[in-house]
C-alpha cells in the first residue's frame, strides 16, 4: 500500500532539546511539505522540497531545519531555538506539475517540557 | 496578502443539509480543495475545483466562483461521523496551498 508515514505518534522531550521527527513516503511524489499545527488553528507551512537536495522555507521556518537527501525521506528537526514547539506536525507529499493534491501522514504530537 | 475566511463552527443535526462557506483572497489562483480533518488526525481529501460550477461527489458536494473569491462545501445526509473540521485551501500562483483555520462542524442527533 502505498502511503505516508511519520513516526512517532507521539513524542516527549525537555526543553533544550532538538528531535528529529521522520516522514516517509513510497508514493513517488516529487513534493514533501512539513506543517505545524495548533489547536483551533489551520496548518502553517515550516518547509518544503519540491526535488531532491532542495528545500525552501514556509512561513514559520525560524527554529526548524530539514534536509532532502533521497526522495522517499523529509525528515525535520525541531531545534532549542524554536520558541513553541509544542504541537502538532504534519508531513505531506504531492505531484508536481500536474495536480497538487497534498497526501498527508497520521502526524506526530510533540510535547516540550 | 493572502487570505481564507471560513465560519469557526457550524452546528448542524443528523440527517439534515448544511452549507460551509469560503471566501478567499490569493496571489493567483490554481484550483481549490477542500479537506476533512477529525479531531486529532490528519486532513483526507474531500474535493477539488478548478473551474466555476458544481462539483458533486456522493453526499458531499463543492462549487466555486473564480470572480468572487467564493466556494463552498454542500453536506447532506448528514452523519455522526461526519463531525469534523473542514478545511478550504485555494492553490496560489506557485502551486502552494494555503490553509484556512476551518470550520468545525457539529452534528446533533
Known amino acids: 500500500d502505498g502511503g505516508i508515514t511519520q513516526s512517532p505518534k507521539y513524542l516527549f522531550r525537555k526543553e533544550g532539546q532538538n528531535v528529529t521527527l521522520s516522514c516517509e513516503q513510497n508514493?513517488?511524489?516529487?513534493?514533501m511539505y512539513w506543517y505545524r499545527q495548533d489547536p483551533g488553528q489551520g496548518l502553517r507551512l515550516i518547509y518544503y522540497?519540491?526535488?531532491?537536495?532542495?528545500?525552501q522555507k514556509g512561513d514559520i521556518a525560524e527554529g526548524y531545519s530539514v534536509s532532502r537527501e533521497k526522495k522517499e525521506s523529509f525528515p525535520l528537526t525541531v531545534t532549542s531555538a524554536q520558541k513553541n514547539p509544542t504541537a502538532f506536525y504534519l508531513c505531506a507529499s504531492s505531484m508536481v506539475g500536474d495536480y497538487y493534491e497534498q497526501y498527508f501522514g497520521p502526524g506526530t504530537r510533540l510535547t516540550v517540557t | 496578502g493572502q487570505n481564507i475566511d471560513q465560519p469557526t463552527e457550524m452546528t448542524a443535526t443528523e440527517g439534515a443539509i448544511v452549507q460551509i462557506n469560503c471566501t478567499y483572497q490569493t496571489s493567483g489562483f490554481n484550483g481549490l480543495f477542500w479537506y476533512q480533518q477529525h479531531a486529532g488526525e490528519a486532513p483526507t481529501f474531500l474535493s477539488y475545483n478548478v473551474l466555476d460550477g458544481l462539483e458533486e461527489k456522493g453526499r458531499f458536494s463543492s462549487f466555486l466562483s473564480r470572480s468572487k473569491g467564493y466556494s463552498y462545501l454542500l453536506l447532506k445526509e448528514l452523519q455522526m461521523k461526519d463531525s469534523a473540521s473542514y478545511l478550504c485551501a485555494p492553490l496560489n500562483s506557485n502551486y502552494q496551498l494555503i490553509w484556512g483555520a476551518g470550520t468545525k462542524l457539529i452534528i446533533k442527533p
Open positions: 508514493l513517488n511524489h516529487d513534493a
Open positions: 522540497s519540491q526535488i531532491v537536495n532542495d528545500f
